[in-house]
């Protein structure tokens, strides 16, 4: 803080003056801290002298205590804090036990801690040759790591085809070089090598001697891998502890001369004198290159205090190995030879009796290790400092009944026992379906939730999706070469002329709808059904009678935002800062912009983070969902920041492409902050470590707990050896793991322990986990969901439902609107009310209906229907016809409909001789504008395309056939006639498909469908369209075709040219026709009536039909169980 900043006096003791116009801040001392009170074992702990020490800790032990007292008494005996390290394994372990040491020592400086890594970093900066890194060493994450590994495994096909592969993989491996799953087994012999300390030629010897070829292969790939590391700077986690344990093991190893210089100095003796006593925390977690380094720190009888639990060990697939400290005693033995000492903490201050009986059933059926057998026994039998706690066990028929009882658990602890949300938490095996799903399920119920963020990979936080995704599209426009090809192209033009209706490559309509309808765009449906409209309009009146739809062209203005300036700023505003900030983003990238700063550019430059941010400030649900967006955003951008030296469009791809590889979160310098007051949701392993005084233990299926298939079956990883090939592991050292793993879930609760699974009625369905009876407390079978949700906003719907209920007594009515009055009246300290939901003003339904101040219609001037709206007005439903066609809330027009504008147009085409009648100019027509309408997928595509030209075929040989004496005298005939319905006055506008000349003079009008359903023959004779189109007839709507005379009518026809004709009428090879004879009385007259009646009254109410099955609008109808919270 500047100096500068303070200009006035001061009276805060912490700051003092040094010379005037200047301050110092001093740091407020830290208040003495009184020691705890130990029992004997924790006490035989401390006083330990010199020579190693393993000390066995249970769960709730009070392991970490005993560990700063170990280190506070020795630096009270006069040790030197420096030459005290203590080692632990997760950054937050190491801050809490500098904070508590420093806590403990008061003003003393306290010792290193430190993490396992950290360490070794340290190490290898401090020892490494200064000129063999020109830049700071920069340790790479595991998604970096297997972004690096795919892509010299991608590399070596490539290779290979040139003769250059300087590795040769085995044939039957070539084929899956390129697949995530493949380059997890080569990350995996890579990282167990180098734990065992065996270098590319140490790795190559050994899988010579056991006939292994793709260990071999291995081998040479471990070489190029680590020459590229050296080329970039960069270590992985593997690699870096492997060097370290070289330099502290003061000799080269074995094959590594070339990433290890041989004349550096030898480190070991100054290090292993360094330190007067080392401490070491979870010491089960150990892998082997660990061991080496501890033996070369502290080894040789040196003074090594490790605290640790073998039933504990849950980190196998991080190259964990529980044997570390089961051969404890014997890899530090004493200075006299003898193996090492071991102390055991037997009392349990987290659970109470009750849950350790549970839990010490757990650990009766763990594998008895290599320990002492009596110190084994004490270990397991923890006796607990009080009595309680409870163990629950339940089973639900279903996943969707068990997350629906988890909230209610939690939230009856929560108001029914007090228990506050931030000491409650439910742990699961998986990861993010499970925790996404149990999220869902919490938040829904009112629950406030915490889930730790490095549970859930980047990509599958909902806050970064749109991001990454207008990364990506600005990306690859940003590279070099064709990508912006697509840009410069035109909209296609049924009418033949040069156009292209791609839209640009780097951004396909699916990508722009959902960055449009994203927090990017900001735009909702109407909004784009609007701006879609538009721009269709624009293509009509540039002259392409078929313009491409919407979505491509809401494609196509997002990669050039000069198209989007005369639009309107009511509808289009979303699309305009979209494009613009596309663009920017784009051209920062070509610019050698990095992916933060491209991702800045897209974040800053909209109104999302504001939004966000005043969310968050309000508080509640939405505040809670902003905060976990606000908490994800900054993750991404601290994992972009790592990737600053990638610059341009590719260095921006590489930089996705490491974050889709996430499949389990990075781990980062920064955890996100942690809400004060809510339920943690996690997995189980990352639960070590953590109690809460109630824990929930979801979704402990069999099959899914104990997990017992086998990792990395292919490479084989674990099978090698220091020594010699290693025995696979066994289904049984499989499911012992298993069982630590739920140990671990389960010993974290202090007061009550609820453990669920889901249990199918089917024999062959979901069944709970063998580890349920294991707890020795019987499941309770729950077959029902709970009445409400144990929530205000669930409370005052039921007391609601309750005054409305026929079927309640009138005083249980009347009590239940007492208690919505009570609760309506409830307010805060400013008095704004706490539950406003529950006052009858915002209810809905209790107001008169509101009447727009403008009418729909003017009444003293004629009502414009169309054939197809009286259709909807007069028999279908009039609602669908006001959403639809009134408040343009339909759904986008679908590829279904460009297929029937296409075969319209081809056949207007055909009848009015621009294009003559042949199958192959038609089909030739078909492809200059088959590619503008969008389908699902290329085989829907190709169907719909065969099925288009079976229907032009039909077309052909119906417009060649000699229809008895009739002749086409028009097509797409527009008119537009008034005429009297009742008391209305109504004009009709539309178009004819063809308009026909029969023998006597008469009209006949033909309309082309090519829908999949074709009404019944009663439906036909009564059809409004054809009828209105009769009438039109009548009142002169084709006068201008008969050289000025009014023909009578004589008739109409529907048809149907995806459908085959009877048999009789010719089959397959034409289209089905359905005629209605001429108009006969005044049905049609009394039908424009009672539609343009229902417009003038704007009365649209629902009528339940076949027709609602796909109606767009059935959350909003009143008629449909969607639309029940519609009245009307």
């Known amino acids: 803080m500047s100096s500068s900043s303070f200009t006035g006096r001061t009276t805060y003791p912490q700051v003092r003056r040094r010379s005037a116009g200047a301050y110092r801040l001093v740091r407020t001392p830290l208040r003495p801290v009184d020691p705890p009170l130990l029992d004997a074992r924790q006490r035989a702990v401390v ?127 070539r084929a899956c070089l390129t697949t995530r799953g493949f380059a997890d087994e080569v990350r995996a012999v890579l990282a167990r090598s180098r734990e065992l300390g065996l270098g590319p030629d140490a790795l190559a010897d050994f899988a010579r001697r056991t006939g292994r070829p793709d260990w071999r292969a291995a081998a040479a790939f471990l070489a190029e891998y680590l020459d590229v590391l050296d080329l970039q700077g960069v270590l992985d986690y593997a690699e870096l502890v492997h060097r370290a344990v070289l330099l502290a093991e003061r000799a080269p190893h074995s094959g590594t001369s070339s ?88 009392t349990s201050r987290r659970s109470g009796e009750a ?37 629950e066990s339940y089973t639900y028929p279903t996943a969707s009944t068990e997350l629906e009882n988890i909230a209610d658990i939690v939230r009856r602890a929560h108001l029914e026992e007090g228990v506050p949300w931030h000491d409650m938490a439910v742990l699961t095996r998986a990861g993010t ?221 590489n930089f996705l492409e490491e974050v889709d590889a ?86 974290r609760a202090r007061d009550r322990l609820v453990v669920t699974a889901v249990k199918a009625p089917a024999d062959d369905g979901d069944q709970p986990s063998r580890f349920l009876a294991e707890l020795g407390e019987e499941p309770k079978d729950v077959t029902g969901r709970p009445r409400r949700p144990l929530a205000v906003a669930a409370l005052v719907a039921e007391l609601r439902a309750t005054t409305v209920d026929p079927e309640a007594s009138e005083a249980l009515r009347d009590a239940a609107a007492r208690r919505l009055a009570r609760l309506a009246a409830l307010t805060d300290d400013e008095g704004q009310p706490l539950v406003p939901a529950a006052h009858p003003d915002r209810w809905w339904g209790l107001n008169e209906p509101t009447r727009s101040a ?65 199958l192959a100019v038609l089909m030739e027509r078909l492809d200059s504008v088959w590619d503008a309408l969008a389908f699902d997928a290329p085989w829907k595509s190709a169907q719909e395309k065969n099925n288009a030209r079976v229907a032009l075929e039909r077309f052909l040989r119906w417009h060649t056939l000699d229809r008895t004496g009739r002749t086409p005298v028009a097509t797409e005939h527009d008119f537009d006639v008034t005429l009297e319905a009742g008391e209305y006055e109504v004009r009709i506008r539309g178009s004819m498909d063809r308009v026909e000349q029969d023998e006597a003079g008469r009209a006949y009008v033909v309309d082309f469908k090519t829908g999949k359903q074709a009404p019944t023959a009663n ?33 109409a026809e529907l048809v149907h040219l995806r459908q085959p ?7 397959e090879a034409y289209p089905k026709v359905q005629a209605q004879e001429p108009l006969a009385g005044e049905w049609v007259g009394d039908l424009l009536a009672t539609a343009a009646g229902r417009v003038l009254d704007e009365h649209f109410t629902p009528n339940p039909g076949q027709h609602c099955t796909n109606c767009t609008f059935r959350t909003s109808c009143s008629a449909q169980p969607e639309g029940r919270q519609v009245l009307e």
Request: hydrophobic share 40%; glycine share 10%.
């Open 47 to 173: 006083d330990h002298g010199r020579g190693p020490l393993l000390v066995l800790a249970g769960p709730g032990t009070g392991k970490t205590t005993t560990l700063v007292e170990a280190v506070a008494a020795r630096v009270a005996a006069g040790t030197d804090p420096e030459r005290i390290l203590v080692l632990t394994f997760s950054r937050k372990a190491a801050v809490e036990l500098r904070d508590r040491m420093a806590l403990r020592l008061g003003g003393t400086r306290g010792p290193q801690a430190t993490t396992f890594h950290s360490y070794c970093y340290a190490l290898v900066r401090a020892h490494q040759d200064a000129d063999l890194f020109a830049e700071p060493l920069r340790l790479l994450s595991g998604p970096e790591q297997d972004v690096a590994v795919r892509d010299l495994l991608a590399g070596q096909l490539g290779l290979e085809r040139e003769g250059l592969a300087p590795v040769r993989w085995p044939d039957e491996l």
């Open 259 to 346: 990433h290890v210089s041989s004349s550096a100095p030898s480190y070991g003796p100054a290090l292993a004198d360094a330190y007067d006593a080392v401490f070491v925390d979870e010491y089960q977690d150990t892998d082997p290159a660990q061991v080496r380094l501890l033996r070369a720190l502290a080894g040789g009888g040196r003074t090594l205090v490790a605290f640790g639990d073998p039933d504990q060990s849950i980190y196998a697939f991080r190259g964990a190995d529980v044997n570390g400290i089961l051969d404890f005693p014997d890899t530090f033995p004493r200075a006299d030879g003898t193996p090492a000492r071991v102390e055991v903490l037997t």
């Open 355 to 391: 849950l350790l009986t549970a839990t010490r059933l757990l650990t009766r059926r763990m594998p008895m290790p290599r320990l002492p057998s009596e110190k084994v026994r004490a270990h397991r039998e923890l006796a607990a400092v009080r009595a309680g706690g409870r163990v």
């Open 433 to 653: 379906r499970a925790l996404s799903a149990l999220r869902r399920a919490l938040t829904s119920a009112g629950v406030p939730v915490e889930v730790d963020g490095t549970d859930i990979p980047l990509r599958h936080e909902p806050a970064v999706t749109p991001l990454l995704t207008a990364l990506r599209a600005v990306a690859t426009a940003a590279l070099p070469g064709p990508a912006e090809a697509g840009e410069e192209s035109g909209g296609a033009a049924a009418d033949g002329e040069a156009a292209d209706d791609t839209p640009p490559t780097w951004l396909d309509p699916e990508t722009a709808l959902d960055l449009l309808t994203s927090p990017l765009g900001g735009m909702d449906s109407a909004d784009i059904r609007r701006l879609g409209r538009a721009l269709r309009d624009e293509e009509r009146a540039a002259g392409n009678r078929v313009p491409p739809p919407s979505d491509l062209l809401l494609a196509r203005v997002l990669a050039e935002p000069e198209r989007l300036v005369a639009h309107d700023p009511a509808y289009a505003r979303g699309a305009q800062r979209l494009s613009a900030l596309l663009r920017k983003a784009r051209e920062l990238l070509e610019g050698g912009g990095t992916a933060a700063e491209a991702l800045w550019e897209l974040w800053s430059g909209t109104p999302w983070p504001q939004r966000l941010e005043r969310a968050a400030l309000r508080g509640g649900t939405a505040g809670r969902n902003a905060d976990r967006d606000l908490d994800a955003v900054c993750a991404l951008f601290d994992t972009a920041a790592r990737a600053e030296e990638r610059t341009g469009g590719r260095g921006a791809l």
């Open 662 to 747: 996430q499949d389990i979160a990075a781990d980062t310098l920064t955890r996100r902050a942690v809400r004060p007051d809510a339920v943690r949701l996690m997995t189980a392993h990352r639960s070590k470590g953590l109690e809460w005084s109630l824990v929930v233990v979801a979704g402990v299926q069999e099959g899914l707990w104990p997990d017992l298939r086998r990792r990395g079956s292919l490479l084989e990883a674990d099978r090698i050896g220091r020594d010699g090939l290693a025995e696979p592991l066994t289904p049984g050292a499989l499911l012992a793991e298993e069982r630590r793993l739920f140990y671990v879930a389960a010993t």
């Open 854 to 918: 403008v009418p729909l219609r003017d009444r003293d001037h004629p009502v414009v229907l169309s054939g197809s709206a009286l259709d909807q007005l007069a028999n279908t439903c009039a609602l669908q016809w006001f959403l639809g066609r009134e408040v343009k809330a339909d759904a986008p027009a679908t590829a279904a409909q460009g297929f029937g504008n296409v075969v319209h147009v081809l056949a207007d085409e055909v009848a009015s001789g621009r294009t003559p009648a042949d």
């Open 1019 to 1051: 439906e036909v004779a009564a059809h409004p369209q054809l009828a209105v189109y009769q009438l039109a007839v009548e009142r002169g709507a084709v006068d201008e075709a008969f050289a000025g005379e009014r023909p009578a009518s004589g008739g």
């Open 1061 to 1067: 004709a009877p048999k009789k009428e010719g089959g």
